[in-house]
């Protein structure tokens, strides 16, 4: 076991990803000197936030061994949402009492590429059980807490992860994305949180979730991280339904390249008509203002989208498939799933899922279709369209508690992500941006979208942004 010196926690903890895998290459710190760093600032954090859930400590040393060296993230210590993601020997429990046993029995495709950039895993990270919430608050893991305020939401689904990266316990995490899940937590915990383009990165051994609208990316905190785990994850497997064009260039080297004067949309009205905090209006105002000033065309112009209808539509899809999953998931486990195995708000997704005909499900998909092909139409004529991450600052914990049975009822509260979901419906990319600090010291993410596989225009704009901000400065009073 390598020994954890102050110097190598302050390497460690003052290092994004790409920069301690360039220092694993240089032969200046090794992979097991990074695994043991990562396991001391889990440890000394981890009883504050509940961000980790899985210790694997054993199995990321011995994989520490067996790490490519020359790969972009050589030794990088790297966390899995506990939802869907499977790693072969690592715990498969997306957060639910059923599935507390269940150990994965392979690597899925995105696993595979993980371990080829070099990333050692070293735990899996809190989630809320099935992942639909935007707060982290299963009843089998407890509460993640976010490390600039105990008492608010770090977000969801991949609440655990924005926590962790937030305060460096490790550089980069895993994180996953179907009604805001990658883009909450990073709004919330000051992060950058990319959800690409449909098809982006493959979900085999998966065939498909949600006809696109789930998307697995990270939670970082720097653009080039981002950037760098795209080229390192992108591209589909044969038969993959959703093939987005690529650049012939890395990501990496596109978000270091000035944009060409941009087409700039943005909105600070959100698309059901809801309320908002002015605090949000002005962190789009403000960026919207440094795009302008930077030369690039810009304008106001709002969703012509009803975003309340929009997301019963996509609310009374989703339930089919979650029933499909755990229907599937039956044979990990070793019997069906009942009400007393999963939270009050999973079953009463599962059984609105049994309950829906075929027929009823084909005309929400294809009602589905038409949204995004709307969407995609009314954005069109721009580069890069700005909007709130989300509409209020980050909620209490409490707010999103599962143990509601009224479906419709607990769907309802999800106003403050009104921006999100409508680009889980169409295919265009979208990132959170770290842009602003509440006045009460809580940060509040900018959402950038861009056109259908155009993650380089969005990753460009994000590294103008970082540079004007300097989000990288700023530290949660809970941090390593």
Known sequence: MASVTGDLLQLYTSSDALGLGQKVRAREVSPAELVEAAATVIDRLNPQLNAVIHKLYDMARAQAATVPMSAPFAGVPFLLKELASMWQGAPLTNSSVWMKNVI???????????????FVLVGKSNAPENGWSISTEPKLYGVTHNPWRADVTAGGSSGGAASAVASHMVPLAEASDGAGSIRVPASNCGLVGLKPSRGRITIAPFGDYWYGGAYFFCVSRTVRDSAAYLDAMAGAVPGDPYTPPTPAESWLSLSTRVPRRLRVGF??????????????????????????????DVEEKNMTLDGAAAWKTYTAMTPAETAAAFENLAALVGR??????????????????????AVQHVNLMNALRGLSRDIAADLLPYDVYLTPTLTQKPRPLGYYDMSETDLLRYNAKWTDAMFMFPFNITSLPAISLPLHMSADGLPMGVQAIGRYGDEATLLAVASIFEAEVNWGARKPPVCA
């Open 104 to 118: 994965s029995p392979i690597d899925s495709e995105a696993a595979k590429r993980t371990k080829a950039a070099g």
């Open 267 to 296: 909105t600070v009205t959100p698309p059901d008509g809801g309320p908002i905090d002015p605090e949000a209006v002005a962190a789009v105002r403000n960026a919207a203002a440094l795009l302008a000033r930077l030369g690039h």
């Open 336 to 357: 069906p799933v009942t009400q007393a195995d999963v939270e009050p708000t999973t079953w009463a997704v599962i059984q609105a899922g049994r309950a829906q005909t």
